[in-house]
């Protein structure tokens, strides 16, 4: 839930860039927006139920992965970052925290956190603020 009231012009268009990169994107990799409600004082986008938990934390709680968990984590995420990227489009915010398995046991990740995501074009240099 974002809070409207009183933020910056910057804040609303890095909303605005959120929420058309989650209605652009449809990938069984990447978490997608169930919903959004909009009210004078708030904005909430309604994100799919991913019950797993992060996979930071899986790594933590089995001290290792086997190579073959490792590696099916990694192809995962490479897909979700070449559907992205193949569209235009960068997270900048890509780290283990940031993706969620769709299941408690479940090996199914799916990237999370839109927020600092941007359509990017070869033309124009792009910049963390």
Aim: glycine share 6%; with cysteine; aromatic share 8%.
């Amino acid at each position: 839930t974002y809070r409207l009231a009183g933020i910056s012009e910057l804040k609303c268009k890095e909303i605005e860039t959120e929420v058309e990169i989650l209605l652009t994107v449809d990938h069984p990799n990447l978490a997608r927006m169930v919903d959004a409600y909009e009210t004078k004082a708030s904005l909430t986008l309604v994100m799919e139920l991913l019950e797993g938990g992060e996979l930071f934390d899986r790594i933590l709680a089995a001290g290792h992965f086997t190579e073959r968990n490792a590696a099916e984590a990694i192809w995962q995420m490479l897909l979700a970052i070449r559907y992205l990227h193949g569209l235009g489009i960068v997270h900048r915010d890509v780290k283990l925290e940031n993706w969620l398995y769709e299941k408690k046991g479940g090996q199914d990740l799916k990237l999370i956190d839109f927020g600092l995501s941007k359509f990017w074009r070869p033309d124009k240099s792009m910049e963390m603020r």
